[in-house]
């Protein structure tokens, strides 16, 4: 296997506390739930507090991680090196909600700096691959929170409270969702999502009623309530604002090459919505995690042509220059930030 070659990824979930994985199984040909309910894509990213669990493994055995830090320019580019050195700068992952998720948000950069020495903190993106019917989630609070009254809910083991508290939005399959990080948040039971983020594991919980975790130990990243609630943002969250994280299944799902994520996401990472109907579609050089959602078809890079079916994942690196993707498919490209992407240091 050289550099520039497409490589196809085996499954990578894993048990984690909540339940769900068996679309995932059916997505990617096993092994399915019932506790392992997301599977890290082109993961060059670890579990939080794990050393290896969570990296992507290789047909050769090799560790993705392993294999950039080797060759970062032939994986990534030479300015995206220059940019952001050997990091990737991206997770990608599938999480299917047997169970809703806890109430809960993810630091952001400044915070993740200061208090655990990490560059990245966790902005997010969801495109909804399946949801039940009127199925809802909760992005920020629709009233602004005293970081007191925070506390008190936390200790007081509130969950009711927190779901209250939230601003919800109904989303449908197609729909796609960017998550500032500090947002406090949820997603419904029954969702099945594809999921961008920054590349690491940092959770923050609110509430976790009927969840396989002792939130008052696990719950704040070992740094104590009193210092992870001060990752939260407690300003309130109107539905006009929901409104402009979100990209409507209908602005999404054409023929061609279409950006599936809202312009301030363009920081963080891109989500590029592949739909070969019509023609087939070009796609410019760069490190890229390619879920193939439906239909079948070739990827056609300076290298070889590879054949992918529903259920694929591969994972492109910046060596095999620009490619082609043709036939009767729809795939997801999810990248890093490009190298001239603006800065945002939250």
């Known amino acids: 296997m050289t550099t520039a070659a497409p490589v196809l990824l085996p499954v990578n979930q894993f048990d984690h506390f909540y339940r769900g994985g068996d679309r995932i199984g059916a997505l990617r040909h096993g092994p399915g739930g019932p506790q392992r309910p997301e599977e890290w894509l082109g993961s060059t990213t670890t579990r939080f507090g794990d050393p290896i669990q969570g990296l992507s493994v290789l047909p050769d055995g090799r560790f993705l991680r392993d294999a950039v830090v080797a060759d970062p320019v032939a994986w990534l580019g ?19 909600l047997g169970q809703r998720l806890p ?9 993740a700096r200061t208090h655990l020495g990490l560059a990245h903190g966790k902005t997010e993106a969801w495109y909804v691959l399946d949801a039940p ?22 200790s007081a083991h509130d969950s009711q409270g927190f779901l209250d508290a939230l601003r919800t939005r109904e989303v449908r399959p197609g729909d796609a969702m960017l ?4 947002l406090p948040h949820t997603v419904q039971e029954g969702v099945f999502v594809l999921e961008l983020q920054e590349p690491t594991d940092l959770s923050i919980l609110l509430e976790w009623q009927d969840f396989a975790v002792d939130g008052d130990r696990d ?3 070992n740094l104590g309530f009193d210092v992870a609630l001060q990752a939260v943002d407690t300003s309130a969250v109107s539905d006009s604002d929901l409104d402009r994280l979100v ?29 070969t ?11 890229a995690v ?16 590879v054949a992918v079916s529903r259920g694929d994942v591969l994972v492109l690196p910046h060596a095999s220059g620009d490619w082609i993707a043709d036939g009767a498919l729809v795939a997801v490209a999810c990248r890093p930030p490009a190298p001239d992407a603006p800065v945002n240091a939250r």
Not at 103 to 111: C, G
Not at 133 to 154: C, H, K, Q, T, Y
């Open 78 to 96: 030479a300015a995206h090196v220059d940019r952001y050195g050997t990091s990737v700068e991206v997770l990608v992952k599938f999480l299917d």
């Open 133 to 154: 019917p009127g199925a809802r989630v909760g992005v920020g609070f629709a009233e602004s929170m005293a970081l007191a009254d925070i506390a008190a809910m936390v």
């Open 290 to 305: 390619v879920a193939v959602l439906d239909g079948a078809g070739t990827i056609t890079t300076s290298e070889e042509t």
């Open 247 to 275: 990209v409507r299944r209908e602005d999404i799902a054409h023929a061609g090459l279409t950006s599936a994520l809202p312009p301030e996401a363009d920081a963080y990472f891109r989500a590029q919505h592949l739909d």
């Open 179 to 182: 998550v500032p990080a500090g």
């Open 219 to 221: 719950g704040h990243l």
């Open 103 to 111: 109430v809960h948000l993810h630091p952001n950069r400044e915070f």
């Open 277 to 287: 109907s019509a023609a087939p579609v070009s796609v410019d050089a760069g490190f």
